[in-house]
């Protein structure tokens, strides 16, 4: 069993009966899901959402990376000026975990590397949005912080990311053989 649960209305002769957007490795298989609906059987059918593709949940980014010029980045390994809500993010408090909470919060498998510093020209033209980040785990939910920044410039996080996690549809169809 994979652990997804599923309670979408499942019938026969329905192709589109139901879906969910995941972010997963794309190691993982689908054999062996099985999703019991008025007696019928679901097969899983993974189709992978080319980037830039909407995974349906209505937020907007939190997070971005940004180049020296100001363009984002989205390659793995990239060190760049980390943003939160379009300004720079201070290091008091910063770490580890909250490096890897912020890469898979981005889409990517965790926190490479991170340093603070004033490097880029570009950082003075952004405000400071985000200051004591403290994460009990890697994941976002589990960080404090505030909104209200008591830094300069020179304490803004930059930061590199592991590898980009692929965005997948999961689609389940009803198997009238079964």
């Avoid at 979408?8 to 899901?33: A, V, Y």
């Avoid at 909470?101 to 498998?109: D, E, G, L, R, V």
Wanted: aromatic share 8%; glycine share 10%; net charge negative.
């Amino acid at each position: 069993s994979s652990g997804i649960n599923a309670e979408w209305p499942l019938r026969p002769g329905n192709e589109d009966c139901g879906q969910s957007w995941l972010n997963m490795p794309t190691s993982l298989q689908f054999e062996n899901i099985d999703v019991a609906s008025d007696g019928y059987r679901a097969v899983p059918k993974r189709e992978q959402i080319p980037d830039g593709g909407n995974n349906n949940n209505g937020t907007t980014e939190l997070f971005t990376l940004v180049d020296s010029e100001g363009n984002e980045i989205s390659e793995e390994g990239q060190l760049g000026l980390l943003l939160y809500k379009g300004g720079t993010v201070c290091d008091d408090s910063f770490d580890g975990l909250a490096a890897a909470a912020i890469c898979k919060k981005m889409n990517f498998t965790g926190g490479a590397s991170w340093t603070s510093d004033e490097s880029f020209e570009i950082q003075s033209s952004y405000e400071i949005n985000l200051d004591d980040v403290d994460c009990d785990s890697g994941e976002w939910e589990s960080c404090s912080f505030t909104e209200e920044a008591n830094c300069a410039h020179s304490e803004d996080v930059f930061l590199s990311c592991g590898e980009k996690r692929k965005k997948y549809r999961l689609r389940l169809c009803v198997d009238t053989t079964a």
